[in-house]
């Protein structure tokens, strides 16, 4: 049977800091301040960035296959060069460069025979299958630094689970292809009105903001190796990443419309070097949203981990099994550079305690022994008696 969680103490900082707090909305205004503290500095400790920038190499590489394989599975039902017209829509979500090389790989299907796209489906999934789980394990590698893990599973599991996301992942993206470019084709076969079109396509990409929030949440869930985290602690993080996402992607967007031309410093490259930068960007994101949510759990003493209550120390999550800015002893939680809770803990569990538990043992067992000791002696003394009776 598990323990019961760690008891926080009464003392009035522990409250200010949410080291008692159920949830994230229980966390009070000064215990954020403590944990945005903590992901500021975190992102310099961890080395975010570069981390981001390992994450994007092997996404890139297995980018391209499966965008192939995207495409091509898009050609079997519909018209390559009647959907490179609706492309452009993309662009609200997507950065020039990316929409760019989508609409290379429409024109190429747009030019090849019919019969051949089977073929190129079957070997782009194969390729894009293979090489995306590289990538999953990347995103599963950089969750692991935001929640302070260590990789622990074996090959076998962490395949079976980098290849489940993979299914996952193009899932969600011909979901997002068909949301943003083939309800387009349908409304305008339909002839729906003007304004029932734009409410359909507004609700489409609230769907699709939906979605990746959705597929976010699981990757901070089940990305790092650890004990599952609570969905109430997973949500902001994943929350704040796709709205940062979408915010940064249309800020990249109207920049490299307006400001930067990628194509004029690296020619023929520069569609692509676009889209690793707005690559890049995104993966910081991500990590950043994982560094909240792990500083989060940092900030309490409750269990944020799924399934029965635990005690610190036996949660199976690092961040879940400590408390940031604070100290344990015994059953209890204090607040660390704080005097009066320093002589609070010393006086229960410091030196100052133990001496006085030694004191409160000694006059225990004197307490117990001497009555002890002359009930004994009156026995003795009785039975003396009764001999020379």
């Not at 707090?21 to 966390?27: D, F, K, L, N, T």
């Not at 029965?308 to 999550?317: F, N, Q, S, V």
């Not at 939680?333 to 030196?351: H, Q, W």
Request: aromatic share 8%.
């Amino acid at each position: 049977m598990a323990q019961p969680t760690a008891k926080t103490s009464s003392h009035p900082r522990a409250a200010e800091l949410g080291l008692e707090a159920e949830g994230p909305a229980a966390i009070p205004a000064s215990g954020w301040k403590h944990i945005l503290s903590r992901v500021y500095s975190e992102i310099s400790d961890d080395r975010v960035l570069l981390v981001a920038a390992g994450v994007t190499y092997y996404l890139l590489l297995a980018m391209v296959p499966t965008m192939a394989a995207i495409v091509s599975l898009y050609g079997l039902v519909a018209d390559p060069a009647t959907v490179r017209e609706h492309v452009g829509t993309l662009s609200a979500l997507l950065p020039a460069g990316a929409v760019q090389i989508v609409d290379e790989q429409l024109q190429r299907l747009a030019s090849a025979a019919s019969g051949t796209l089977g073929l190129s489906l079957a070997v782009s999934l194969a390729i894009s299958l293979w090489s995306a789980n590289a990538g999953v394990k990347a995103l599963f590698e950089a969750m692991n630094v935001a929640y302070e893990q260590k990789e622990e599973r074996s090959f076998v599991k962490l395949t079976l689970v980098s290849f489940a996301f993979t299914l996952c992942l193009l899932a969600a993206a011909l979901s997002m292809v068909a949301l943003t470019v083939v309800l387009p084709l349908v409304l305008g076969l339909v002839g729906l009105g003007e304004g029932t079109e734009w409410a359909i396509t507004a609700a489409s990409f609230l769907a699709m903001l939906v979605l990746v929030s959705l597929g976010i949440s699981a990757l901070y869930r089940w990305g790092p190796c650890r004990a599952d985290a609570r969905w109430r602690w997973i949500t902001p993080g994943a929350v704040l990443a796709v709205v940062v996402i979408a915010i940064v992607s249309l800020l990249f967007s109207w920049y490299t419309a307006n400001f930067g031309s990628y194509d004029a410093t690296y020619g023929s490259l520069g569609a692509l070097i676009g889209m690793m930068t707005w690559m890049w960007l995104t993966m910081i994101i991500l990590i950043v949203g994982g560094e909240l949510n792990s500083e989060m759990e940092h900030q309490t003493a409750r269990d944020t981990t799924t399934g029965a209550e635990a005690p610190l120390g036996e949660r199976g999550a690092t961040m879940a099994d400590q408390v940031a800015d604070a100290v344990v002893a015994g059953d209890r939680v204090f607040v660390e550079k704080d005097p009066s809770l320093k002589r609070e803990i010393d006086a229960l569990y410091g030196d100052a305690g133990r001496r006085r538990r030694q004191r409160a043992q000694r006059d225990q067992w004197l307490a117990a022994g001497i009555p002890a000791v002359i009930a004994l002696v009156a026995i003795a003394g009785l039975s003396r008696s009764g001999r020379r009776g």
